[in-house]
């Protein structure tokens, strides 16, 4: 079977001719061309009459301009290739016509197109050239069916080029089906939904940005309520707590204060002072009290003893003592703010920085142990389960750690 087609062996375009091989060539340097029987595409749109040449090109016309429906006519194109190189032909040589005689080159010019669409083309932007081709190819019958034009044919490479018709040719550009009052009408129309379209579409558009900047502002104003919220509580608890070590110190030292006044008085050689005399009121008091009904330790105050032991137990340590409650701080803070982190709810006691600044000291240990962790493993990690953080226990004990870092009065005596 003869060939139908050039193939080039360096990239596998298609080629008709031995001018495209050619230009193929001069374009890409490719020198490796064979005869084949694979005709090249000519796929025609029903709707334009476009023709492709590959489904690549279909599918880009598709693309842009809707149309899915294409006429295979391959076969009807194809044609024996001829390998002969074709001779170049002087543009003053005579054309021989179909019946056998010559005649001289017919003039060419641009063709006639509507002035009024050809200005309306050029008032969007559009070159003279550009415009009077999409209007000679597209029918001359609407300015959208030459935009349509336009858009399909924008990467031709003589898209900028003057069209040119033989000077007696008349090209007539096929009857629109509807009269020029019609298709003003028509053309009204379609603007006027176009612009209502694009109307609706801002409006809804606007609405959803509208919807959602509402929706943002209400989980701002929300999280900034409940942030507030929790940091008034925190406060009130911290001060709470402040007053309650403020009055417990007041009392030890006027307490330290009437030892000191006994002591005097019996070096002095002089008889102790009758406590009835000087508070007779105090039994009232103290009777008072007996009446009250005893309340429970609860978890905050062995939280607030245990620090205070810790701080007592090392006196002479004040800088060591405070980087312990920092570092308790940091472990529970942690915890709190990530709780489905387990490396966070995980300690080694053998760990030398743990046993430098918490294990070391006397009830660092026991305070994690009161705020939810256990010792497992044989007591070589300190672990609290994901099902046992309580967000209450850790906020009391960020809360007593931070008034034990702040609290000058915090475990004096």
């Given at each position: 079977m003869a060939g139908v087609s050039l193939k080039c062996g360096d990239c596998g375009a298609l080629l008709k001719s031995v001018e495209e091989a050619q230009e193929h060539a001069e374009l890409t340097s490719h020198s490796n061309f064979s005869e084949s029987t694979e005709a090249v595409l000519n796929l025609i749109c029903t709707v334009c009459s476009k023709p492709c040449r590959s489904k690549t090109e279909s599918d880009l016309h598709t693309k842009r301009t809707g149309h899915t429906e294409f006429v295979d006519k391959t076969s009807e194109a194809a044609k024996p290739i001829s390998l002969e190189v074709p001779k170049a032909t002087d543009e003053s040589q005579e054309v021989v016509d179909a019946s056998g005689s010559s005649s001289q080159p017919q003039e060419m010019i641009a063709p006639e197109v509507d002035k009024k669409l050809l200005e309306e083309l050029e008032a969007m932007g559009f070159p003279t050239a550009r415009a009077t081709r999409a209007l000679h190819y597209s029918g001359n019958t609407s300015l959208e069916a030459a935009v349509n034009w336009v858009v399909e044919h924008e990467n031709d490479s003589d898209i900028d080029e003057m069209p040119l018709v033989p000077v007696n040719t008349k090209v007539e550009a096929p009857k629109p089906s509807l009269t020029p009052?019609?298709?003003?009408?028509?053309?009204?129309?379609?603007?006027?939904?176009?612009?209502?379209?694009?109307?609706?579409?801002?409006?809804?558009?606007?609405?959803?940005?509208?919807?959602?900047?509402?929706r943002v502002g209400k989980e701002l104003l929300e999280a900034k309520r409940i942030e507030e919220e929790n940091e008034r509580k925190r406060i009130l608890a911290l001060r709470r707590a402040e007053k309650e070590e403020e009055q417990r110190a007041r009392e030890k030292i006027r307490q330290k204060l009437e030892e000191d006044k006994a002591e005097r008085r019996r070096k002095l050689g002089l008889p102790p002072e009758d406590p009835a005399a000087v508070k007779p009121s105090a039994s009232v008091v103290q009777e008072k009290k007996t009446f009250l009904p005893v309340k429970p330790v609860t978890k905050v105050e062995q939280m607030r003893e245990c620090l205070r032991s810790l701080k007592q137990n090392h006196k002479d340590e004040d800088a060591k003592v405070k980087r312990a409650f920092q570092t308790l701080l940091t472990y529970i803070g942690n915890v709190a703010k990530s709780p489905d982190e387990e490396k966070?709810?995980?300690?080694?006691?053998?760990?030398?920085?743990?046993?430098?600044?918490?294990?070391?000291?006397?009830?660092?240990?026991?305070?994690?142990?009161?705020?939810?962790?256990?010792?497992?493993?044989?007591g070589e990690f300190l672990f609290l389960p994901r099902d046992?953080?309580?967000?209450?226990?850790?906020?009391?004990?960020?809360?007593e750690l931070n008034s034990a870092i702040v609290n000058p009065f915090f475990g004096v005596l």
């Open positions: 009052e019609e298709m003003k009408i028509k053309a009204q129309e379609l603007r006027e939904r176009a612009r209502k379209k694009k109307e609706e579409e801002e409006k809804r558009m606007e609405r959803e940005k509208e919807k959602e900047r509402i966070f709810r995980k300690i080694r006691l053998t760990n030398p920085s743990f046993q430098e600044r918490v294990g070391g000291l006397k009830g660092g240990i026991e305070f994690l142990e009161l705020c939810g962790f256990e010792k497992i493993e044989g046992k953080v309580e967000m209450a226990v850790l906020n009391s004990a960020g809360s």
